[in-house]
Nanobody
Framework: QVQLVESGGGLVQAGGSLRLSCQAS?????????????MGWHRQAPGKQRELVAS???????NYADSVKDRFIISRDKDKNTLYLEMSSLKPEDTAVYYC??????WGQGTQVTVSP
């Protein structure tokens, strides 16, 4: 089994920044598999479907939702089994619970990001 724990959420004013972290732990074999595969950040706002925000492959290549391009940066530290999301120029519409995933099987419990006008 693998556990993913997100942290770094909070309340920030529009235009501000936050850095989310997602720490993976558990089975050594599964952590090795995760390091060789895509990880992603998703978010879900009240009344809306969960959406993919950004993903990063094992080779470091990244993809972003159009709504966050040029404002968010996803990165990972394989040695620390940690995924990051640097968020800047935050907007009220970024308010959501942010989740990380690994292998599209394992999910964290989510961390709340609230952006005030």
């Amino acid at each position: 089994q693998v556990q993913l724990v997100e942290s770094g959420g909070g309340l920030v004013q529009a235009g501000g920044s936050l850095r989310l972290s997602c720490q993976a732990s558990g089975s050594i074999l599964l952590l090795h598999a995760i390091r060789r595969n895509v990880m992603g950040w998703h978010r879900q706002a009240p009344g809306k479907q969960r959406e993919l925000v950004a993903s990063i492959a094992s080779d470091g290549s990244t993809n972003y939702a159009d709504s966050v391009k040029d404002r968010f940066i996803i990165s990972r530290d394989k040695d620390k089994n940690t995924l990051y999301l640097e968020m800047s120029s935050l907007k009220p519409e970024d308010t959501a619970v942010y989740y990380c995933d690994a292998l599209r099987i394992y999910w964290g419990q989510g961390t709340q990001v609230t952006v005030s006008p």
